[in-house]
């Protein structure tokens, strides 16, 4: 088409996991549910530390042979080491396929009818992310002329954070909107962390919240601060092109209450995000 482009994401990873208990063993770690996920869809997870803390999240794509989940590429190796030590017994095998796919984020109208759709033909899976964008894992290489921030811009307005070693083991799954941005299922049954992430929900305990910002060349894990605090008030999670997604306190963030990225540095603009709490 001839208003498509493309970007290569390499700050993706994927990991496949396959073997007869593949769906099974995915369905009891992450925070979504994989039991009754339908080939042909994608679905957004997180995986948790018994404390609840997000040690990553996922899109999790199915596959004739498995599953694939894309998760940041700094993750892989730790994350495949850390979630293989919960096999067990159990038929599944997890390897790092990273060098095996090449990652584009395309922008045109996508062939899929349904967001997170899911298509797959020799040497190529497809996802619909949205209605400007599909995500192609090809095993072949393909033009891309565009700049991979600007895929990354696009999951910041979109409001879908991407966990990476800077912020690993920090938020809850609330604390980053996963629930709001469709990757936590409240009635799927146990996972790691699940009683801390559904007490969290139902007793109105999450105090930090992520929040959109402009105004400043960011980067993850970068501390954020409030006016007559000397200490972070909040952390930057993913950012792109001037862009921002950080977990802030409720209070300051939706009062719109000056945050900046030093203390005597100009205030960051606080925008909207696509979902409501």
Known sequence: MSNERAAKLEHYGLLHAAGADARAFLHAQLTHDIEHLPPGRARYAGWCTAKGRLLA??????????????????????????????????????????????????????????????????????????????????????????????????????????ITQATQDQFVPQMVNLELSGGVDFHKGCYPGQEIVARAQYRGEVKRRLYRLSGAALSAGQPLYADGNTEPAGIVVNAANGEALAVLQVAAGDAKAPVRPAPQSPALEILSLPYSR
């Open 57 to 162: 999240t996922f899109l999790v794509i199915p596959q004739a042979e498995g599953f694939l989940l894309q998760l940041a590429l700094d993750l892989v190796p730790s994350v495949q080491k850390r979630l293989s030590m919960f096999i067990l017994r159990a038929k599944v095998k997890l390897a790092d396929v990273s060098g095996q796919w090449q990652q584009y984020g395309v922008w045109g109208a996508p062939a899929l009818a349904e967001d997170l759709a899911v298509s797959e033909e020799p040497g190529k899976v497809s996802v619909r992310i949205d209605a400007e964008r599909t995500l192609v894992l090809a095993s072949s290489p393909i033009s891309a002329p565009a700049p991979a921030s600007d895929w990354a811009l696009a999951e910041v307005r979109a409001g879908r954070a991407l």
